[in-house]
């Protein structure tokens, strides 16, 4: 079993900041990329940032200069900052972990968190 919980999501004016975390636990090997989604109301589910093993970075172009994606690899924890936040970052965030689950034999999965909601008012 793998668990991701988010967490940090909320309310904020528009300017302002959050920062979403999102731990991985469970039997597992090895936890690989990294990433960030997010999902408004009547659109498609959409890429944030992602992130490597090894710190590569990568972002949506509506977040780029806004949003920093960070993780921690002992905790096996991914982050997002949110700074300059606005109205249409509105959406539930999901965290999505590449993992080499502690099967026999092992096997490579893409878990899901369940979601936190963030909503910036105008």
């Known amino acids: 079993q793998v668990q991701l919980v988010e967490s940090g999501g909320g309310l904020v004016k528009a300017g302002g900041s959050l920062t979403l975390s999102c731990e991985v636990s469970?039997?597992?090997?090895?936890?690989?990329?990294m990433a960030w989604y997010r999902q408004a109301p009547g659109k498609q589910r959409e890429l944030v940032a992602d992130?490597?093993?090894?710190?590569?970075?990568n972002y949506a172009d509506s977040v780029k200069g806004r949003f920093t994606i960070s993780r921690d690899n002992v905790k096996n924890t991914v982050y997002l900052q949110m700074n300059n936040l606005k109205p249409e970052d509105t959406a539930v965030y999901y965290c999505n972990a590449q993992v080499i689950v502690a099967s026999l034999p092992p096997r490579r999965d893409s878990s899901w968190g369940k979601g936190t909601q963030v909503t910036v008012s105008s």
């Open positions: 992130i490597t093993t090894g710190g590569s970075t």
């Open positions: 469970g039997s597992i090997f090895r936890v690989n990329d």
